[in-house]
């Protein structure tokens, strides 16, 4: 007994001495898993709020923009400047006085240049620093502006010294141009905003250099070496002066960014200046701090639950009888929980049943909807239709009269002609109905190889009473449709038709009505646009027009196009308002090509 219970006692010590050795290697190797950890999702927190802040920057430098992009339209409506571009030598103090108004209100520096570069009018013409005389025929916004009718260009003002974004617009037409009406928009009190906040953005120009900055300190420096082509553009055209443009004190490194000897991360984002990014970064020390907080609980918690598996082995005895009564609680449980989610198993079952029964009828009720749709529209094209073979059966008639009396002659070789006359009249009325029993017939729909030259052919050829009748003018490239698309050929003619009505009510009773059928690639699909010159579409149903039972005429049911887009959608394709407005109106097929 002695000996016995000397050994349990060794042994005991061994397992002892094993679990604290595992202990202290699973601490340390939870320390270095909870440290990579606290990093990662601190480059995460960071990156998302430096993101946002970037995102939220770009719409504020956006929406100052967009606000002084609005005054040299506006200016260039005022009777004043193109007076005074007319007759330069002429007083240009009321319009001096007006843009000093207008200026002192919307906090820009605005200015009128003559056609060979000089300013006839400032804003600011009361001050030292006024532009009145100034010569900026060399700046880009101004030739630009003369040459295309708008420019932008951000630079260092060459009489103020101070930056900003030039925005340019052309008084006259592009052949004699009068001259140019100028705002010049500073950001200071954005860059005041944005210095508020608790990380730094900039934005940076084409070349890289940065011109708008919360830090002041980094205005003008680059993030790049410039190429020489971009020094000797910079300096032809005075943009930054003779600023010596020195390289950006930050480190970038992927999404990392060192300054002064603290880590960012950064985020870019564009904005609404051509070629120009904004750039946040933000601190990574205070998410950082927070991940490794928490990682600290977490290390905490390993160390608890270290310390119970210790004090698990300690009582060992104790905790293997409560082990098994746990685990005979847990297979109870196991077998209560294994019944219940076999009933709701069976009740999945039914539900999916029930929901594969509904979609059923939800696929009937549409097909019979696209059916019913179909044979609405074949009601309105019957007459027509009856009319288009009325007159080749009279034409047979007539043949035949005259082959008989030809027959009676003798005269066999005009009887023959006759006969060959009669037989492709009836070609032509075999075709038309065959079309009419074609899209009348319910059938399953298989979609497949569809020729698209024959399909808009067959939808033409069904609304061909109505074209004829009318003064409007139908016109398509069948070279350019000579290809297969994805699609089911009845339901296909279907859209066809609908689209070919539509613009047909459209142009109504208007002289020289048009539409225009165009076939297209458009990436990946096949795009085949219907476009008439009729009055276009009201706003109001513009803003429903795909909503069944919404509709722009008295007489309309608003099915066809909301049906039009569900079997296009079918075929992986899409229909679409392209434009409209009171010069026409231009809709758009896409489909996946065969």
Do not use: C
């Amino acid at each position: 007994m002695t000996q016995a219970s000397s050994g349990r006692r060794s042994i005991w010590r061994d397992s002892r001495l094993i679990a604290g050795i595992a202990a202290l290697v699973l601490l340390a190797l939870a320390g270095w898993i909870s440290e990579r950890w606290a990093r990662t999702s601190a480059n995460e927190v960071a990156d998302a709020e430096a993101l946002q802040l970037a995102r939220s920057n770009a719409l504020l430098f956006d929406s100052e923009l967009q606000k002084f992009r609005l005054l040299p339209a506006v200016l260039a409506e005022y009777p004043d400047v193109s007076t005074l571009l007319r007759a330069p030598a002429s007083d240009p103090l009321p319009l001096n006085r007006r843009l000093e108004v207008l200026a002192a209100r919307t906090g820009a520096i605005i200015y009128v240049i003559g056609a060979d570069g000089r300013t006839l009018a400032a804003s600011n013409h009361r001050l030292p620093t006024s532009f009145v005389g100034q010569n900026y025929g060399f700046r880009p916004y101004f030739t630009d502006a003369l040459a295309r009718g708008a420019s932008e260009l951000f630079a260092l003002g060459t009489v103020s010294g101070r930056p900003g974004l030039f925005i340019a617009r052309r008084i006259g037409p592009t052949q004699a141009p009068l001259g140019a009406v100028v705002v010049k928009i500073e950001f200071d009190r954005l860059e005041a905003s944005w210095r508020a906040q608790a990380g730094t953005t900039f934005v940076s120009d084409a070349h890289d250099v940065v011109i708008v900055s919360s830090l002041p300190e980094w205005r003008f420096h680059r993030l790049r070496p410039l190429r020489q082509a971009e020094k000797a553009e910079i300096a032809r055209t005075r943009q930054f002066d003779d600023l010596p443009l020195a390289p950006l004190p930050v480190s970038f490194s992927g999404r990392d960014a060192r300054f002064e000897g603290d880590v960012f991360r950064r985020a870019d984002t564009q904005v609404a200046l051509a070629g120009a990014k904004l750039t946040a970064l933000l601190r990574l020390e205070p998410a950082l701090a927070g991940a490794r907080a928490r990682a600290r609980q977490a290390l905490l918690g390993i160390v608890i639950v270290l310390g119970s598996i210790l004090l698990w082995l300690v009582r060992q005895r104790e905790r293997l009888q409560l082990q098994r009564a746990a685990q005979r609680e847990l297979e109870v449980k196991v077998l209560e929980r294994t019944a219940e989610l076999r009933e709701v198993n069976a009740q999945l079952v039914t539900e999916g049943v029930k929901r594969q029964r509904s979609e059923e009828r939800y696929r009937r009720s549409r097909e019979e909807l696209a059916q019913a749709n179909r044979l609405a529209t074949l009601g309105q094209v019957a007459a027509g239709v009856a009319h288009e073979i009325n007159q080749p059966v009279a034409a047979i008639r007539t043949f035949s009269e005259n082959a008989v009396a030809f027959l009676g002659r003798g005269m066999a070789d005009n009887v023959g002609d006759n006969l060959a006359k009669v037989v492709e009249l009836t070609e032509r009325i075999s075709q038309i109905t065959g079309e009419l029993r074609n899209f009348a017939r319910r059938k399953t729909p298989s979609v497949g190889p569809v020729r698209l030259d024959e399909a808009i052919d067959a939808a033409l050829l069904l609304v061909h009473h109505r074209i004829a009748g009318s003064s409007v003018r139908v016109s398509w490239d069948a070279a350019a449709a000579d290809q297969t698309v994805s699609a089911d050929r009845v339901r296909l003619e279907q859209v066809f038709v609908n689209l070919i009505q539509n613009a047909l009510d459209a142009i109504g009773d208007r002289p020289h009505g048009r539409l225009d059928i165009q076939i297209e690639a458009e990436g990946d699909l096949v795009a085949v646009s219907f476009a008439d010159n009729g009055g276009g579409v009201s706003a109001a149903v513009r803003r429903k027009l795909f909503t069944p039972f919404v509709t722009g005429r008295d007489d309309g049911l608003g099915r066809g196009l909301a049906i039009a887009r569900d079997i296009l959608r079918e075929f992986g394709g899409d229909l679409s308002l392209t434009s409209t407005g009171a010069k026409g109106t231009v809709f758009t097929a896409s489909l996946v090509p065969a």
